[in-house]
């Protein structure tokens, strides 16, 4: 159970907003995305 979903809800969007984009116009997964220097940057 968690105490307030709504942070849990605005923290799955943020990081969804961020990556979501990315995979798309790279044609990639979220693994790939990880696994490389460059986009590894861009998420942080």
Do not use: F
């Amino acid at each position: 159970m968690v105490a307030d979903i709504y942070q849990s809800l605005y923290a799955k969007l943020l990081y969804n907003c961020a990556l979501n984009p990315l995979g798309a116009i790279l044609g990639v997964h979220y693994g790939a995305l990880a696994e490389n220097r460059e986009t590894r940057n861009l998420m942080d």
